[in-house]
């Protein structure tokens, strides 16, 4: 009974023309207005039905189909915009609510209601100046609206925020830009050879040939970009410089890394730290002790390897060098075992690749 119109309770949310054909008949009639006024009164009225019912899209539907009308009486029109910015706003189509709210005022400038959807909506961008303005103008139509004030308040209040957090932003801006400025002079003084892995897969040739720049030195760093090192190379207290180094371990296919292996530290140090008391896991041969390991670099420029006295500093290393390059901000550095025969093989396969 409840598909017949004369005995229904509540408007229903979507009409089926199979099961209620006079609901569908009804419909066709309340459009069939002799007069282009009547029309979008009607579409008018069921879209604020649908508003009511939360149904956004469908409501912006049919207040579309009232302006196609094109009826003469203004006020009708000015409405149809304005409650179309509404249902705009709900789906979070905000420049769209906007240009509802726009042209409502334009036809009416006194309709309220506009003013309000236009601030509501510039709220929603952030758009504290155009906000503040919609309210202004609004309260030219109604000086007491408190909607009106409550929004304009607001968007006073974040706009002051907002500038105050910018504020504080480019602060943060020009010290990290002055501490990348003093890490990469103190890099450029040690006359330290840097290159992205980019550049390094292009091989020898263009690594003879680069030339840093800034750009080039802190993309080589990566002080710009996730690192999975949890820390890039740093500047202490007393000016020196701090890195990730990591050791691969080929034979066993490991690696490792040391968060902060200052410029001053010895390899050895590190060394007796992290194999003076125990073997390591994967070192199944037990051949990883403080008094056989050798530490290893590749040369990319000579295609060859160099290896590195345990009781140089990685300073002695890395600074002022014309054969050792840090990839990608990480130097990084080969463990072998002396006189193993796995040594005796990588050395000679890669020297003669």
């Known amino acids: 009974i409840e598909q017949i119109p004369l005995f229904m309770t509540k408007p229903p949310t979507e009409i089926d023309p199979v099961n209620s054909p006079g609901l569908v008949a009804l419909q066709e009639l309340k459009y069939k207005e002799d007069t282009p006024e009547g029309r979008a009164l009607a579409y ?7 508003f009511k019912q939360k149904k956004y899209k469908n409501a912006v539907k049919v207040y579309s189909e009232g302006l196609k009308q094109q009826c003469s009486d203004q006020l009708l029109n000015a409405v149809l915009y304005c409650n179309r910015a509404a249902a705009n706003y709900h789906l979070g189509n905000m420049r769209s609510s ?3 709210a726009t042209e409502s005022k334009k036809i009416k400038p006194d309709h309220l209601k506009a003013y309000i959807r236009g601030a509501e909506a510039n709220m929603r961008l952030n758009e504290y100046d155009e906000t503040i303005t919609w309210c202004d103008d609004g309260l030219q139509v109604d000086p007491i609206n408190s909607k009106l004030k409550e929004l304009r308040i607001k968007a006073t209040q974040d706009k002051k925020k907002y500038e105050r957090d910018q504020r504080k932003q480019k602060i943060v801006d020009k010290e990290k830009i002055d501490i990348q400025r003093n890490l990469i002079d103190a890099i450029q003084r040690r006359g330290i050879q840097l290159v992205s892995s980019q550049e390094r897969a292009r091989g020898t040739r263009h690594l003879k040939e680069k030339k840093d720049d800034l750009h080039t030195i802190i993309d080589s760093l990566h002080l710009t970009d996730a690192n999975p090192i949890s820390k ?20 066993y296919g490991q690696s ?3 968060l902060e292996f200052h410029e001053k530290s010895r390899f050895v140090d590190h060394i007796n730290v992290m194999f003076g008391d125990e073997f390591a896991p994967w070192d199944v041969k ?27 500093t990685l300073g002695d290393v890395i600074n002022h060098s014309k054969r050792y390059v840090v990839v990608s901000g990480t130097p990084t550095f ?3 075992v002396t006189n193993s025969d796995f040594k005796n093989q990588f050395i000679k396969i890669n020297d003669n690749h």
């Open 334 to 336: 080969i463990v072998l």
């Open 98 to 100: 906007i240009l509802d």
């Open 286 to 312: 037990r051949e990883y002790t403080t008094d056989k390991i050798e530490i290893w670099y590749e040369d990319l420029v000579k295609c060859s390897y160099i290896q590195v006295s345990k009781d140089s």
């Open 232 to 251: 890039p190379v740093h500047l202490d207290e007393q000016d020196k410089l701090v890195w990730p180094v990591m050791f691969l371990y080929p034979e």
């Open 256 to 258: 490792e890394v040391i």
């Open 44 to 50: 008018k009225e069921d879209g604020n039905e649908l």
